[in-house]
């Protein structure tokens, strides 16, 4: 038998074989099928690769890399708020780059990058499958691939755009030296503060050259080419600053694993901090501030990357409204600046510092926001700020989260804002994850208190509790669900002060809060831009990324929301702490906040089309270190209802003045009306002792107890009757003056270590009908007092305050008021 002859019998066969197995046998390829067509599909994708290879060509880079200015519009379209975006970039050879920052950017971005052939498939390949085994978003491009995305092509996510990149990758690796390709990469990477390229960006964070660079400050600014303005430390949230760190320290340990760096040398290495932002050009006076609102909303909504929003070329119509905007800026200069004289009181009337938002409730619109006086002076934004305690402000959250936990007070009854509970000063607070009795301001013992009494006052032993009784997680989902972002430091409910307002949310966040009350519980984040729009010159609008839609979620049902709204009321009234705004004239509703020790002061507050906030404090401008409001303006305490309130009211006539006056529609869930005729308020009593907050031990105060402000027990007037004579007081208590026959005006919120006011019975929301209309009564100044007559909303003393954290406050959590 021939070869030949052999192999068609063993072909005949085998094909005899495959007969007499069953069908679903044979349907199936043979080995040879299959290894056939694994290798045919190879040499096709093949094939087509180099076709591919061969034809695709180098772009030109000058097109791709022209550097166009972002346009920032007001809400109307039209009215230009600043020009931005020019690429801030010198080049620089690979030879002015010292050689510890080339091995620092290896070592963070690509630390294959000597190896690897300008892809690296393996890095590819773990990066897709830690993001598909829930490790996390990785990225698996090369230094040569992000040089040829950002000198060649764009940024756009999209298949083709990547195909490119890779074959454009290869090309590049095989035309050009390592060493010109790093140079490159250097020297088109954004690295945040405007700064394109090293050499920029050498300038910016340390005010050095690129040549100067020390392996630390290297480091440093490798790590920053991970998410550029996130991780500038100077400006970042509490967390995005230990990313940050983190990511420095993965630099270096990068470098000893790669054989660049010893361990000694690595271990004896400390973070460098870089030098305060400096403006950039064209953004001073406010236009800076709202630049920042918007980038920070197309970032952080990642509707844009920082490079692509940095390289230019974008036409921004934002949110705000011109009119609100200069209104704020105006409220501040008039009811804060202008008493300030840092000639006359350097120690007190230097570094202060206002942060301001103002939100629309029913679209969630940011109008206007306060960053600070100049930003060509003053380039941090204040508005945006997450690191100072908002305090009492915080207890709306409080009552929210017990009006919806479903829990007792103590007594089995469901809590209601009518439920009365133990005001006594430095009462502990029981069920609690750690030790606290929270001291009301000036040690002043309430009484038993409905929770509407005890907001107006921003008692605090009432709220701790409550807050406690609500279950602090409950309180801290309830605060999420507003608005307030879970991350900020001192939303943590393994510690019973959080109740007292340790959160620091940015005043932007907390408008979004109260906001989100205003409108009946359905929150909306903050958004700060209209429209956006790519433009090229000589081409014309191209394709720009959808903005999101804006559809609300619900943080609180209706009903508890307007019966949160309905006891903040109470707060904006002659016994309330925020009286000061009274002068509005017009329904509002709001909640005064004083923290621990003066640091901060706060207003936020809303009508019911227009939310804003007021935060006031002192900061060192080199060490950045919080500085009390004691003695600001002469006076000696500075609290949330003086200031801000002031400040806020200023704000709130001027944009609502000549539109109609709205009232409230509230529809609060049962339990929570408001009682009839207002209802009496508690009246501070002569005894410490500690009731329980279930079970009322002390008659019902008589409506005509003594109101008060600023710490000061004092029997307001009425303009139609003499107030009641006062009631007794402890001897820790101050003193109660006679009356004055003038309008009650602010009494301001209690910090923690000294003195809420008196208080006196609830009543209705005025209107402007019923708006006293007396002069405002002239407090006792101090001695370093500016001439003109001091407003009553604010504590005269002689100097800054030296109170020390109350009795009972847990370690490093001080419990604001």
């Given amino acids: 038998m021939t070869p030949r002859t052999s192999r068609q019998a063993k072909r005949a066969a085998r094909r005899e074989a495959r007969r007499a197995l069953p069908l679903r046998r044979r349907l199936l390829p043979t080995w040879r099928v299959t290894l056939g067509a694994v290798l045919g599909t190879l040499l096709l994708a093949v094939g087509a ?23 920032y519009l007001y809400a109307d379209g039209v009215t230009e708020i600043a020009r931005t975006g020019a690429v801030n970039r010198t080049d620089v050879t690979i030879d002015e780059v010292p050689v510890t920052t080339r091995q620092a950017v290896v070592s963070a971005e690509d630390r294959t990058f000597y190896q690897n052939r300008g892809i690296d498939l393996k890095g590819m390949v773990r990066a897709g499958w830690n993001s598909l085994t829930g490790q996390g978003m990785q990225g698996g491009s090369t230094i040569t691939q992000q040089y040829v995305k950002n000198y060649y092509l764009t940024q756009s996510r999209t298949i083709e755009r990547k195909g490119r990149e890779l074959l454009i990758a290869l ?25 394109y390229g090293i050499q920029s960006a050498a300038r910016a964070y340390y005010g ?90 197309l970032v952080g909504s990642g509707i844009l990357d920082s490079a692509t929003l940095k390289a230019g070329g974008w036409r921004i119509t934002t949110t705000f409204d011109q009119q609100k905007q200069d209104a704020f800026v105006h409220a501040v200069q008039d009811e804060l600046t202008d008493e300030l004289d840092p000639t006359a009181r350097p120690d007190t009337d230097t570094d202060v510092r206002v942060a301001g938002a103002s939100v629309e409730p029913a679209t969630g619109r940011v109008v206007a926001v306060y960053g600070g006086p100049d930003y060509a002076r003053q380039p941090y934004n204040d508005a945006l700020r997450q690191d100072n305690q908002i305090g009492s402000t915080f207890k709306p959250v409080d009552l929210a989260a017990g009006l919806t936990s479903h829990h007792s007070s103590g007594d089995g009854h469901p809590i209601t804002t009518e439920t009365r509970y133990d005001g006594t000063s430095e009462r502990p607070v029981t069920d609690g994850p750690t030790p606290y009795a929270p001291p009301n301001e000036d040690d002043l013992d309430y009484g038993p208190v409905t929770l509407r009494q005890a907001m107006a006052k921003s008692v605090n032993s009432v709220y701790a509790q409550v807050g406690v009784d609500a279950g602090l997680d409950h309180v801290r989902e309830t605060a999420i669900r507003l608005g307030i972002p879970g991350d900020v430091p001192g939303l943590d409910p393994a510690n019973t002060s959080m109740t007292l307002g340790t959160a620091t949310p940015s005043a932007l966040d907390l408008a979004g809060v109260y906001a989100a009350l205003a409108n009946h519980g359905e929150a909306h984040r903050p958004w700060s831009v209209a429209a956006l729009e790519r433009i090229t010159p000589g081409t014309g609008p191209v394709e720009a990324p959808e903005l999101p839609e804006h559809i609300p979620a619900t943080a609180l049902d209706r009903g508890t929301a307007d019966a949160v709204t309905d006891v903040l009321r109470d707060v904006i009234s002659t016994r309330g702490t925020g009286a000061a705004a009274l002068d509005l004239g017009r329904p509002a509703a709001g909640k005064t906040g004083t923290t621990d020790a003066n640091l901060s002061a706060w207003f936020a507050g809303y009508t019911p089309e227009l939310a804003a906030t007021v935060g006031l404090f002192r900061e060192n401008p080199k060490t950045h270190a919080k500085e009390p409001l004691a003695g600001t303006a002469g006076y ?79 029997t307001p007037a009425a303009p139609a009757a003499p107030a009641a004579p006062a009631a007794p007081l402890t001897p820790r208590q101050p003193t109660v003056p006679a009356p004055e026959p003038t309008r009650p005006t602010a009494a301001p919120e209690p910090v923690t270590p000294t003195a809420p006011a008196a208080q006196e019975p609830t009543q209705p929301q005025p209107t402007p009908s019923t708006r006293p209309t007396t002069d405002r009564p002239t407090a006792q100044p101090a001695t370093t007092a500016p001439s003109k007559a001091p407003d009553p909303t604010r504590t005269p003393g002689p100097g800054p305050s030296t109170a020390q954290p109350p009795a009972g406050a847990q370690p490093g959590t001080p419990p604001p008021a």
């Avoid at 390592?178 to 405007?194: H, P, V």
């Avoid at 709130?652 to 869930?669: H, I, K, N, R, W």
């Avoid at 005894?687 to 105060?701: F, G, I, N, R």
């Fill in 636 to 714: 000696a305490r500075i609290n949330g209802g003086a200031f801000p309130t002031r400040i806020w009211t200023a704000y709130m006539s001027a944009v609502l003045d000549g539109t109609p006056v709205q009232s409230f529609d509230l529809e609060p869930s049962e339990g929570n009306g408001r009682p009839a005729g207002g209802g009496p308020t508690g009246t501070p009593t002569a005894t410490s002792t500690a009731t329980s907050s279930a079970a009322p031990t002390a008659p019902v105060p008589s409506p005509h107890a003594p109101g008060g402000r600023d710490g000061t027990a004092q």
């Fill in 49 to 71: 690769f180099a076709v591919l290879y061969v034809i695709v060509p180098l772009p030109d880079p000058n097109a791709q890399a022209v550097a166009q200015s972002n346009i």
């Fill in 208 to 297: 050095v050259e690129a040549s100067q660079l020390t392996l630390p400050q290297s480091a440093y600014l490798a790590a920053l080419l991970q998410a550029p303005s996130a991780y500038d430390v100077k400006t970042a949230t509490p967390a995005n600053r230990e990313r940050a760190v983190a990511r420095w320290h993965y630099t270096l340990d990068g470098m000893v694993q790669l054989g660049f760096l010893g361990a000694t040398e690595r271990a004896a290495l400390t973070f460098p901090e870089p030098i305060d932002p400096q403006p950039a050009t064209g953004l001073a006076g406010q236009a800076g501030y709202l630049v920042g609102v918007a980038d920070d909303y």
């Fill in 171 to 195: 090309k590049v690796d095989q035309q050009r030296g390592k060493d010109e390709i790093l140079a490159g990469y250097l020297n088109t990477s954004y690295f945040g503060r405007g700064a």
